[in-house]
């Protein structure tokens, strides 16, 4: 009785500690499994209310893409190419002191399906 009710207080506090985690911060972009013909690209909404620390864009391991950060005046920064799911991570300093949304681009000549997502940490709003 003792090792079921240790197991139900992991699992329980497991499940809410990731639940919260992926609540709060995870912000898809496009839906998953989207089709991207090539050159079409998507982007998120700035960070007026939060910063954007991860821009994640999850396609086929053939498929070549871009994920970067755009700023208000269109200027890109961070930006990863690669095949497969590709990411830009940025530290709490990196992301701090500028405003960005994050963005996902085929840059390949096919269509390959794919989803773009970030991670957001919420900050106190003015």
């Not at 079409?40 to 053939?62: H, I, M, P, Q």
């Not at 990196?94 to 000549?109: A, D, I, L, T």
């Amino acid at each position: 009785m003792k090792r079921l009710v240790v197991a139900l207080a992991v699992v329980a506090l497991g499940g809410f500690g990731v639940g919260s985690a992926l609540a709060a911060d995870w912000k898809p972009y496009t839906g998953p499994g989207e089709w991207f013909q090539p050159g079409r690209s998507a982007s998120g909404f700035y960070d007026y209310c939060g910063l954007w620390v991860n821009n994640t864009f999850a396609k086929s391991e053939t498929g070549w893409g871009l994920v970067t950060f755009i700023n208000p005046n269109g200027n890109w920064s961070y930006g990863v190419q690669g095949r497969g799911t590709i990411r830009s991570n940025l530290s709490l300093a990196q992301s701090r002191g500028w405003v960005k949304k994050p963005h996902c681009k085929n840059n390949s000549g096919a269509w390959y399906q794919g989803g773009c997502f970030g991670y957001i940490e919420p900050q106190q709003c003015a």
